[in-house]
């Protein structure tokens, strides 16, 4: 190995220009690749809600004159066939939300988010409860201590345990306002995970207000999902109303319509950036494989087998690859300090995506030199024996 | 100069596939790069009509969103400047302010003529916002205050009219018919009269619409009561409207005193007010007309792919000198100086760089239509702007000769002899 090693660094400081290009090309390709798919991932996470079932909970937005339809619409939705839970929701889902605020207790302050809906609106999210109660409609009249659902995440910053956290009563400084936790929810959020507090999520207890505007959510048995869309637009639809039923799923495809776009453009980059690094690699394989054709001779003429010389120029440009991955890393690790944590928190590097991007050249490099390894393979041991 | 082009043309048919790949790296390298760097650099503020004289006007309250973005002072001065409508309507002062705009963003259903409503973004807004932050109309005018009319943007106008003059068409809203009053005329630039836009704004109503139209408001800040903004709008906490004013150098001083009586005066309120003041236009606009940050990645990993493939082009120069060292060998020893041979691989560098630059010009012109569509819903809409397209037909010939500098120097600097040796 140490043999191989020397040989490879000899070759570098024969061809130290040729070399150092390509390094640097495969430093400066594994940082864009690294950052694409970081990005990439990043773009993927808004497509989904945690503890959302997002083909069993539908999104309905209604939006007409009638500023009092909000119990009728909801009476409807409940009685199509397989529905599980039905409730008006305070906020569109993705698009609107309450602002954060923070929440105090046992002695801790943690940040949250929050939704506010009728008392079904935990289960129509198709969030589940782990301990405690669910809330009811009649809660939204409380005026002392509002009963109110935390996540389990919520109940472990504030209290270290769910179970601990049912009956506990913590507090908004901001709004001044105490709350009674009455039951603890296990996964859930209303903003996708991109957001590094998005599993803090309080859920209250509202009634809808006379507007134009509501929006529901529904949760829909498997039975009943197929014809749903369909129904509750049949219930709901009134002459000069809008009616929009789909699948959480697609609200969140609706809503972040950059996803495709940038994933597409990101794998242009990658691409671009890989087959740029493929044609470097053939190109230095085959100038190596060419210059020492007399060097290949000698070492067959003296024993070297045919795998013997592919294995030489392969772990050569396996070497080459790493060092260039080496100061890709540094390279990605300083760009990450100097602008992705300040520009974009959420896109912070992860380790895994840099192993990614390292596995993706170390088989790119590979597939690029095994034809001029190949190729050095061929040459007879006779080739020594001539002159340059 | 045509015995030279013919002369760079037939060097580089030689090596076809390599020339192929110089040329094709590096355009593909320069397009990426100045698309994302168009991308930052068109992301500027649309100016207002008079920057030093334009308020909004701001009331620092108890954290709200603020406590879940704790280290961005930039997202705090937004939320600062969403006022509740009762706050805004208190604190817009016409003894003390030349002109005063109030807006608010919503999303409404709406369709023109018969066809079926859809969720559009809106925007309400008073008429002199128009003049304030100096909108050019395509088709019409601004509308009437409180008059039964609307303004579309030039995209709306496209998606329902096919981009033709819309004025006087009807749009419907519920059960109600709203006359076109005017097309806004596209501009490339960021419209600063608000932020947290999620979608850009097709339908302007005016202001007074807002009651009437009752659409669901999607504050910056917590709320006590999520429905009281509908029962009881007087008390409601809702922050979702900015008010902007233009004051004059001498009733700055006043204005700031009645919004401090006004903290003063409503100490009681939760979330509690803090204070007060009139945030200059300067101050928001560098807030507000930064790019998303993701841009500024994209910026970067733009400029390292050309930084690849202009090392690319280092070493596809490198073995197209090699394979012509037979004919550098007999220019030098036909008796052609070093400083001839490396001005010679430099201008054939050049050429390449020049077809490169072409060509990126031309990818550029179908990628910036081409990322409008994929990436939509942003705060503007990229062109391909002058400053692109020479960006394009200079960094061609500038990176190839620089990628070349170093290979044609080496090759220069070879005896005849070792470079006819090296065929």
């Given at each position: 190995m140490s043999g191989a090693l020397k040989r490879v660094l000899g070759a570098m400081r024969h061809n130290s220009a040729a070399f150092a290009f390509l390094i640097a090309q495969i430093a400066f390709g594994s940082a864009v690749v690294t950052y694409a798919l970081v990005l990439a991932v990043l773009f993927e996470r808004q497509r989904g809600l945690a503890g959302v079932d997002l083909d069993a909970t539908f999104s309905i937005a209604v939006e007409g004159d009638d500023l009092a339809a909000a119990p009728r619409d909801l009476a409807a939705l409940q009685r199509l066939p397989g529905v599980r839970a039905a409730a008006w929701s305070a906020r569109a889902p993705i698009v609107q939300r309450l602002g954060g605020d923070f929440l105090t207790g046992n002695g801790r302050k943690v940040p949250t988010w929050s939704a506010y809906g009728t008392g079904a609106l935990a289960a129509a999210s198709g969030f589940q409860l782990v301990a405690g109660r669910a809330l009811a409609d009649d809660d939204a009249s409380a005026n002392a201590v509002r009963p109110i659902l935390i996540t389990a995440a919520l109940a472990r910053a504030l209290f270290d345990s769910s179970t601990a956290a049912v009956g506990q009563v913590v507090e908004s400084p901001a709004l001044g306002l105490r709350y009674r936790i009455v039951g603890v929810l296990g996964e859930a959020s209303v903003v996708p995970s991109t957001d590094p507090n998005s599993a803090n999520l309080t859920v209250h207890a509202a009634l809808p207000p006379p507007a134009r505007h509501a929006e529901y959510l529904v949760n829909v048995g498997p039975e009943g999902r197929a014809g749903f869309a369909r129904a509750a637009s049949a219930a709901l639809r009134r002459p000069e109303r809008f009616v929009r039923v789909e699948p959480i799923r697609d609200t969140l495809i609706r809503e972040f319509p950059q996803r495709n776009g940038t994933l597409f453009i990101f794998a242009v980059m990658i691409t671009l950036v890989l087959g740029v690094v493929l044609l470097g690699v053939t190109g230095m394989s085959?100038?190596?494989?060419?210059?020492?054709?007399?060097?290949?001779?000698?070492?067959?003429?003296?024993?070297?087998?045919?795998?013997?010389?592919?294995?030489?120029?392969?772990?050569?440009?396996?070497?080459?690859?790493t060092l260039g991955l080496a100061i890709g890393a540094a390279l990605t690790w300083l760009l990450n300090r100097t602008l992705v944590t300040r520009a974009l928190p959420a896109a912070a590097l992860d380790i895994r995506y840099l192993l990614l991007a390292m596995i993706l050249f170390w088989v790119t490099g590979l597939l690029a030199a095994s034809r001029p390894a190949a190729r050095a393979a061929r040459v007879a041991p006779a080739v020594a024996s001539r002159t340059a | 100069?045509?015995?030279?082009?013919?002369?760079?043309?037939?060097?580089?048919?030689?090596?076809?596939?390599?020339?192929?790949?110089?040329?094709?790296?590096?355009?593909?390298?320069?397009?990426?790069?100045?698309?994302?760097?168009?991308?930052?650099?068109?992301?500027?503020?649309?100016?207002?009509?008079?920057?030093?004289?334009?308020?909004?006007?701001?009331?620092?309250?108890?954290?709200?969103?603020?406590?879940?973005?704790?280290?961005?002072?930039?997202?705090?001065?937004?939320?600062?400047?969403?006022?509740?409508?009762?706050?805004?309507?208190?604190?817009?002062?016409?003894?003390?302010?030349?002109?005063?705009?109030?807006?608010?963003?919503?999303?409404?259903?709406?369709?023109?003529?018969?066809?079926?409503?859809?969720?559009?973004?809106?925007r309400f807004l008073n008429r002199s916002l128009f003049e304030m932050f100096a909108r050019t109309f395509r088709y019409g005018g601004p509308f009437v205050d409180g008059a039964a009319e609307v303004v579309l943007d030039d995209r709306q106008n496209r998606e329902w009219f096919g981009g033709r003059d819309s004025v006087g068409e009807t749009v419907r809203i519920g059960g109600r018919r709203f006359r076109i009053a005017g097309v806004l005329a596209l501009e490339p630039r960021i419209l600063t009269w608000d932020t947290f836009i999620q979608r850009p704004e097709g339908l302007l109503l005016p202001m007074e619409w807002l009651g009437p139209l009752?659409?669901?408001?999607?504050?910056?800040?917590?709320?006590?009561?999520?429905g009281r903004i509908f029962r009881d709008p007087a008390s409601a906490e809702d922050t979702y409207v900015r008010l902007w004013v233009e004051v004059p150098q001498e009733a700055r001083e006043p204005y700031q005193r009645a919004l401090d009586a006004y903290v003063a005066a409503n100490g009681q309120r939760r979330p509690a007010i803090l204070s007060a003041r009139l945030v200059p236009h300067p101050e928001w606009d560098a807030a507000t007309s930064r790019p998303e940050g993701i841009y500024a990645i994209f910026r970067a990993m733009g400029i390292l792919i050309l930084a690849g493939c202009a090392l690319n082009l280092v070493r596809i120069a490198m073995v197209l000198f090699a394979a012509g060292s037979l004919e550098l060998g007999i220019r030098r020893a036909m008796g052609e100086s070093r400083r001839q041979v490396l001005g010679r691989q430099l201008r054939d560098a050049a050429a390449v760089g020049a077809v490169a630059g072409v060509i990126g010009l031309f990818l550029l012109a179908a990628s910036v239509p081409l990322f409008n569509s994929l990436i939509p819903w942003r705060p503007v809409t990229f062109l391909l702007d002058a400053r692109a397209a020479m960006a394009c037909l200079g960094a061609g010939p500038a990176v190839a000769v620089l990628a070349a500098l170093y290979p044609a120097w080496r090759f220069s600097r070879l005896a005849p002899a070792t470079l006819l040796r090296r065929q």
């Amino acid at each position: 190995m140490s043999g191989a090693l020397k040989r490879v660094l000899g070759a570098m400081r024969h061809n130290s220009a040729a070399f150092a290009f390509l390094i640097a090309q495969i430093a400066f390709g594994s940082a864009v690749v690294t950052y694409a798919l970081v990005l990439a991932v990043l773009f993927e996470r808004q497509r989904g809600l945690a503890g959302v079932d997002l083909d069993a909970t539908f999104s309905i937005a209604v939006e007409g004159d009638d500023l009092a339809a909000a119990p009728r619409d909801l009476a409807a939705l409940q009685r199509l066939p397989g529905v599980r839970a039905a409730a008006w929701s305070a906020r569109a889902p993705i698009v609107q939300r309450l602002g954060g605020d923070f929440l105090t207790g046992n002695g801790r302050k943690v940040p949250t988010w929050s939704a506010y809906g009728t008392g079904a609106l935990a289960a129509a999210s198709g969030f589940q409860l782990v301990a405690g109660r669910a809330l009811a409609d009649d809660d939204a009249s409380a005026n002392a201590v509002r009963p109110i659902l935390i996540t389990a995440a919520l109940a472990r910053a504030l209290f270290d345990s769910s179970t601990a956290a049912v009956g506990q009563v913590v507090e908004s400084p901001a709004l001044g306002l105490r709350y009674r936790i009455v039951g603890v929810l296990g996964e859930a959020s209303v903003v996708p995970s991109t957001d590094p507090n998005s599993a803090n999520l309080t859920v209250h207890a509202a009634l809808p207000p006379p507007a134009r505007h509501a929006e529901y959510l529904v949760n829909v048995g498997p039975e009943g999902r197929a014809g749903f869309a369909r129904a509750a637009s049949a219930a709901l639809r009134r002459p000069e109303r809008f009616v929009r039923v789909e699948p959480i799923r697609d609200t969140l495809i609706r809503e972040f319509p950059q996803r495709n776009g940038t994933l597409f453009i990101f794998a242009v980059m990658i691409t671009l950036v890989l087959g740029v690094v493929l044609l470097g690699v053939t190109g230095m394989s085959s100038f190596l494989v060419a210059e020492r054709l007399r060097e290949i001779g000698v070492r067959r003429a003296l024993g070297a087998r045919r795998v013997d010389i592919r294995i030489w120029f392969l772990f050569e440009n396996f070497a080459v690859t790493t060092l260039g991955l080496a100061i890709g890393a540094a390279l990605t690790w300083l760009l990450n300090r100097t602008l992705v944590t300040r520009a974009l928190p959420a896109a912070a590097l992860d380790i895994r995506y840099l192993l990614l991007a390292m596995i993706l050249f170390w088989v790119t490099g590979l597939l690029a030199a095994s034809r001029p390894a190949a190729r050095a393979a061929r040459v007879a041991p006779a080739v020594a024996s001539r002159t340059a | 100069m045509l015995p030279a082009l013919r002369q760079i043309t037939r060097g580089l048919r030689r090596n076809r596939g390599l020339t192929a790949v110089m040329v094709l790296g590096l355009a593909a390298g320069i397009t990426l790069w100045q698309l994302s760097s168009l991308t930052v650099r068109q992301q500027v503020a649309a100016p207002p009509r008079d920057p030093p004289s334009l308020f909004a006007v701001g009331l620092v309250r108890q954290p709200g969103v603020k406590a879940t973005l704790p280290d961005q002072p930039a997202i705090h001065l937004l939320v600062d400047t969403l006022l509740s409508p009762r706050d805004a309507a208190a604190l817009a002062l016409p003894a003390l302010a030349s002109r005063i705009g109030m807006t608010a963003a919503a999303r409404l259903a709406a369709a023109p003529g018969q066809r079926d409503p859809e969720d559009v973004q809106a925007r309400f807004l008073n008429r002199s916002l128009f003049e304030m932050f100096a909108r050019t109309f395509r088709y019409g005018g601004p509308f009437v205050d409180g008059a039964a009319e609307v303004v579309l943007d030039d995209r709306q106008n496209r998606e329902w009219f096919g981009g033709r003059d819309s004025v006087g068409e009807t749009v419907r809203i519920g059960g109600r018919r709203f006359r076109i009053a005017g097309v806004l005329a596209l501009e490339p630039r960021i419209l600063t009269w608000d932020t947290f836009i999620q979608r850009p704004e097709g339908l302007l109503l005016p202001m007074e619409w807002l009651g009437p139209l009752r659409p669901w408001p999607n504050p910056a800040g917590p709320s006590d009561d999520v429905g009281r903004i509908f029962r009881d709008p007087a008390s409601a906490e809702d922050t979702y409207v900015r008010l902007w004013v233009e004051v004059p150098q001498e009733a700055r001083e006043p204005y700031q005193r009645a919004l401090d009586a006004y903290v003063a005066a409503n100490g009681q309120r939760r979330p509690a007010i803090l204070s007060a003041r009139l945030v200059p236009h300067p101050e928001w606009d560098a807030a507000t007309s930064r790019p998303e940050g993701i841009y500024a990645i994209f910026r970067a990993m733009g400029i390292l792919i050309l930084a690849g493939c202009a090392l690319n082009l280092v070493r596809i120069a490198m073995v197209l000198f090699a394979a012509g060292s037979l004919e550098l060998g007999i220019r030098r020893a036909m008796g052609e100086s070093r400083r001839q041979v490396l001005g010679r691989q430099l201008r054939d560098a050049a050429a390449v760089g020049a077809v490169a630059g072409v060509i990126g010009l031309f990818l550029l012109a179908a990628s910036v239509p081409l990322f409008n569509s994929l990436i939509p819903w942003r705060p503007v809409t990229f062109l391909l702007d002058a400053r692109a397209a020479m960006a394009c037909l200079g960094a061609g010939p500038a990176v190839a000769v620089l990628a070349a500098l170093y290979p044609a120097w080496r090759f220069s600097r070879l005896a005849p002899a070792t470079l006819l040796r090296r065929q």
